[in-house]
């Protein structure tokens, strides 16, 4: 039973550029959740996605963006780089409707030089 | 709005020892999910131990366990038995739930280190 996966695992980028960040979901789950996590920090939650469309939002501006595809898969995208957003990105999943802990990937390490 | 506070940035105990990690929460709301999770340096976050706001008895797994007050809004773990093993960052967590289930507001961790 696959978990929760995320692609790269690393990634450095500069200034100014965008990145997208992508995840698998856990299997039999259909609500995928984006969080940043800052060195040192906890994971401060980005937005939540759900029936491709997004459900929540946290406190990120509108450089962050998202996409939920039809197998449950999403994507993160930030665009206009800035150096503060280096930090590991964490996708978690669960199943919509029941209250089941959210499960984790590793998290994509963004690097921003 | 709600918060969690986790008040002790690092702590450390000797391998097969008791620690006692504290962690605060402020919310208006009466239904609610507390969660304590785990991540190792390999940075997944592992969940540990969960309790409702509505169970007046404290969860517990294994050799890990809650003392909740809700009135005082505190959500303590125990480890018990230390183990090497158990060395990593706990984040403290709070959940409404909802239709979808809302999202996890976590404490800026204690990193715990188990001494051999």
Request: net charge neutral; with cysteine.
């Amino acid at each position: 039973d696959a978990g929760v996966t995320q692609s790269p695992t690393h990634l450095i980028k500069t200034r100014g550029q965008q990145v997208t960040l992508r995840c698998s979901p856990k299997s039999g789950h259909d609500t995928v959740s984006w969080y940043q996590q800052a060195l040192g920090q906890g994971p401060q939650f980005i937005f939540q996605y759900y029936e491709e469309e997004e459900r929540q939002r946290g406190n990120f501006p509108d450089r962050f963006s998202g996409h939920q595809f039809p197998n449950y898969s999403s994507e993160l995208n930030v665009n206009a780089l800035l150096l503060g957003d280096s930090a590991l990105y964490l996708c978690a999943s669960s199943p919509f409707g029941r209250v089941q802990p959210q499960h984790f990937g590793d998290g994509t390490r963004l690097s921003i030089l | 709005a709600q918060t969690v506070t986790q008040s002790q940035p690092e702590m450390s105990v000797q391998e097969a020892e008791t620690v006692t990690l504290s962690c605060t929460y402020d919310t208006s709301e009466s239904n609610y999910y507390l969660f304590w999770y785990k991540q190792p340096p390999s940075r997944q976050m592992i969940l540990v131990i969960r309790q409702e706001a509505y169970k007046q008895q404290n969860a517990t797994e294994n050799r890990f366990s809650v003392n909740f007050q809700k009135a005082a809004k505190s959500f303590s773990l125990k480890i018990s038995d230390s183990q090497l093993g158990d060395t990593a960052m706990y984040f403290c967590a709070f959940m409404t739930p909802g239709g979808s289930q809302g999202n996890l507001i976590f404490g800026k961790g204690t990193k715990l280190s188990v001494k051999p």
